[in-house]
């Protein structure tokens, strides 16, 4: 078991579900190997972990290298932002992601180009609010007011600059 559940109620989940194999959390998905190894060890001999539960600290954000996409063929999704700082009565994503934090332009351009040259033409930019992206520490508020432009346009003003015929979709916007 996977996600944001697994990751505010694993205490829970552990004991209510003793049919899970294991629960992990969302902090860095490069683990989850980690614990599907401890799982089901090679060495039938050393026996099953008892301990089945990986939560990883929620710190930075997850990306890069990905060896396998485990998607629609040909499309990717790239994780851009991680957590929220909207604190709105019905969510707990900031009990459960924390506060907003966005990956660098520059980081995000390269993993895109590593897919391109891959055969990856579609590319799903997500977070939990793209609306946002960039923008810690800032008022939304006043960058709307000026003419300045948001983080989010000059990333969007990045991408388009990449050579390669491919689509970019944003999800999750919240007005």
């Given amino acids: 078991m996977a996600g944001c559940l697994a990751e505010r109620y694993a205490e829970v989940l552990k004991n209510d579900l003793p049919e899970a194999d294991g629960i992990f959390g969302n902090g860095n998905l490069s ?13 039938s001999l050393a026996g099953k972990n008892s301990e089945k539960i990986l939560i990883p600290p929620q710190i930075g954000i997850c990306g890069g290298e990905r060896p396998k996409i485990l998607n629609f063929p ?20 900031p009990l459960i992601r924390g506060h907003l934090r966005s990956r660098p332009i520059e980081q995000i351009i390269l993993e895109i180009k590593e897919f391109i040259e ?6 799903n930019l997500v977070g939990q609010d793209l609306g ?6 800032k008022r939304t508020l006043a960058v709307c007011d000026s003419n300045e432009k948001s983080p989010l346009a000059l990333l969007l ?15 999750y916007i919240h007005p």
Avoid: H, W
């Avoid at 683990?31 to 060495?43: E, K, Y």
């Fill in 31 to 43: 683990l989850l190997p980690q614990l599907i190894d401890s799982m089901f060890p090679q060495d």
């Fill in 157 to 171: 003003e990045a991408i388009k600059e990449l050579k390669g015929r491919f689509v970019v979709r944003l999800l």
């Fill in 132 to 137: 946002v992206y960039g923008m810690e520490g």
């Fill in 74 to 93: 040909r499309s990717a999704y790239i994780k851009i932002t991680e957590g929220c700082n909207n604190n709105c009565s019905f969510c707990a994503i």
């Fill in 118 to 123: 891959k055969g990856i033409y579609e590319f």
